[in-house]
């Protein structure tokens, strides 16, 4: 019998999660189905329940539901207690619901196995303190880097952040305004390529071997990454990526099989050049 899954969101008809991973079904030959999952803004845990109920073996967890995802769960690894957002539920024996949150592996495989970024050592930056950050901030300090700044508009948030990480690693915080020094790598963990905007921050934080990387991405260079070559930038990259890596980390969670992700990566790439 085939086993189902899907994505979960609202909106959720834009979610190229399907082409993703029913790629990585006939790529390894689990027998699954996944489709997208329109949830009710006030009845997210109804509409899992119903899914899980009807036969739903797994599902990814999409805006605007990864908190409620979090207090949904009745497990949770590691990570999504880090997180305290949920991207991955995992239905298991005994009809309980695991949690996990894959983002953040999906950032480091990219960074580390795609693009030969070494994260050891270096001083990183991390613009944005929201959820998207949060969530990927414990796989990055597992790299053990010399030290993670956060900055972001609001100082407060990234200071919280900093501060719940604290025992992870070096990582301290301040607003857009006050970044000191040059990065060895620049993450952009806010939304601003979307609006086409580009966070307040100093030129000094690029030296010549910086490498960008935008969680965003699009049919064109990112606002950022456009900012960042245009400052000298040795290396710019996209969040494609991290999407495709942290789908192929919940294939694994949910079926014990890493999925190949070079191809699925090229296919999406080319089909937003036409």
């Known amino acids: ?55 739903g073996s797994g599902l990814n967890v999409t805006v605007p539901f990864k908190e409620n995802a979090y207090r949904l769960a009745n497990e949770l690894t590691t ?16 009809g309980t619901l695991l949690a ?11 960074l580390m196995i ?42 407060s948030k990234a200071q919280t952040l900093a501060k719940d990480f604290a025992d992870l690693g070096r990582i301290s915080a301040c607003g857009f305004t006050d970044i000191e020094g040059s990065f060895d790598l620049i993450i952009n963990g806010t939304s601003a390529s979307l609006a086409g905007e580009m966070p307040p921050i100093p030129v000094s934080v690029i030296h010549q071997n910086t490498t960008t990387y935008d969680m965003m991405y699009g049919s064109n260079t990112t606002v950022f990454n456009q ?25 694994y969670v949910w079926r014990g099989v890493r999925p190949q992700t070079a191809r699925v990566m090229q296919s999406l790439r080319n089909e937003r050049r036409r």
């Not at 079904?25 to 899980?52: C, N, S």
């Not at 996990?100 to 990219?110: C, Y």
């Not at 030969?116 to 950050?133: Q, W």
């Open 1 to 55: 019998m085939t086993d189902l899954y899907a994505v979960v969101g609202n909106p959720i008809s834009h979610s190229k999660s399907p082409d993703i991973q029913n790629a990585f079904a006939e790529q390894t030959g689990e027998d699954l189905f996944y489709k997208t999952l329109l949830a009710p803004l006030d009845d997210f845990e109804g509409e899992v329940r119903r899914f899980i109920e009807h036969g």
């Open 79 to 94: 990570r999504a207690k880090r997180a305290e957002a949920v991207n991955t539920l995992k239905k298991m024996p005994d």
């Open 100 to 110: 996990d949150n894959t983002d953040g592996a999906g950032l480091v495989r990219d």
């Open 114 to 155: 795609n693009h030969s970024v070494v994260l050891e050592g270096k001083r990183i930056l991390i613009l944005g303190a929201g959820g998207a950050v949060r969530g990927v901030l414990q796989p990055l300090l597992e790299q053990q880097p010399a030290g993670i700044v956060i900055a972001n508009r609001t100082e």
């Open 227 to 251: 900012w960042a070559e245009d400052h000298g930038a040795l290396r710019t990259i996209d969040g494609l990526g991290m999407l495709v890596e942290q789908a192929a980390e919940a294939f």
